[in-house]
C-alpha cells in the first residue's frame, strides 16, 4: 500500500531530524539501511499477508524490502537537512 511508503518516509525523516550533532554521512547511511531493513521487512510482511502487496510472489517481498530502504534513506537525508537548516 503506498500509505506504508509514505508511512516510513515520515519515519525517516524523523530519525533524520532527531541524530542531533555533527553528523557523519557515512554512519548516517549505515543506521539509515539497518532500520530501513528492520522497516521494510516489517511492512513488507504486513503488506503480503493483508494483500496489499504490490508484488504479489515470494520475489516481489524483496523488492518492496529494497523500496522501503530507499524511501527510508531519502527521508533520513531530509531530516538530517531539515536539521541542519534549523541550526543556521
Known amino acids: 500500500m503506498w500509505y506504508y ?8 525523516i524523523a530519525f533524520g531530524f ?3 550533532g555533527k553528523e557523519d554521512k557515512w554512519g548516517l547511511l549505515k543506521w539509515g539501511v539497518i532500520i530501513g531493513i528492520i522497516l521494510g521487512i ?28 530507499i524511501v527510508f534513506l531519502i527521508g533520513v537525508f531530509i531530516g538530517d537537512m531539515l536539521e ?4 543556521k
Open 5 to 12: 511508503y509514505l508511512l516510513v518516509l515520515i519515519i525517516g
Open 18 to 20: 532527531m541524530r542531533s
Open 42 to 69: 516489517i511492512f513488507g510482511l504486513i503488506s503480503m499477508f493483508t494483500g496489499g502487496s504490490f508484488f504479489g510472489e515470494a520475489w516481489g517481498i524483496f523488492v518492496e524490502i529494497v523500496l522501503y530502504v
Open 84 to 87: 541542519g537548516m534549523k541550526k
